[in-house]
């Protein structure tokens, strides 16, 4: 998108959410600070080598977007508003980009990016992304993920206010937690203790049968059971994340 629709899809989210001029201008700021000092990725070359290069923007790395929302999201909770809404703007810089189709060969890419500069980011766009917002790190992910390409000016525009306003909602909402996901993340905690005591006397034993009866594949069962216990906890990780959200640290 054009800088034009960068900052008009700013203003409308601003306005919607009654933010001080002054934030307006960072968020403005913010959501064309991309093309003015680019974020680096990993890339490939014909050969197959890797290199650092210029980040995608209309098919970037997932990662580049959550990681601006994440420093916005702890720059909000220790109160530094205008770095929050900062790189909040750089974060929705790559979501509306990756609303609009390159089209065949990039082609097709100007006249597109044109016609959606003269169109006004729908003021029911932003109010819904608003009000389907969660203020949650998967919520944001997925927002990024259901990003597509459109072809369409109009649906192009929609999508990219939508998803901007309903990850702008979802990082600046509330700060506090509920009382509920303390306690349930403070149970997943020891749960997670239990199994991974479960998981070390199972690799004890695995050594110990090995050692005693010189069976090998013992110790492979014991690693295996090490592994589950660390990599298949999704829920817990899922937890983490969230309480990481909300300024909570594991003790």
Known sequence: MKWKSHTAIARAIAEEMGLPDDL???LCEGSVDPDRRPDAAMKVDRMGRTFIGRAPH???PAGIIMGHAWRSREAYLRGDDRQAVRCLGRALHYIQDKSVSP???DRSHDLREEDIADLVPPREAVRKGIDMAVCSPLFVRECV???RPRQDP???MYQATLFSAAIFASVLGPPDSEGRFISDYGKARRNRRCRYAAAGMAA???ILISLLLTQPLALIAGAAAVLAAVLLDHGYHDLREEA????????
């Not at 990481?244 to 003790?251: C, V």
């Open 244 to 251: 990481e959200w909300f300024g909570i640290r594991p003790r």
């Open 58 to 60: 209309h098919d970037p």
């Open 145 to 147: 993920r259901a990003v």
């Open 24 to 26: 307006e201008e960072e």
């Open 204 to 206: 004890a034993s695995s």
């Open 154 to 156: 109009r649906e192009a």
């Open 103 to 105: 089209g065949l060969l």
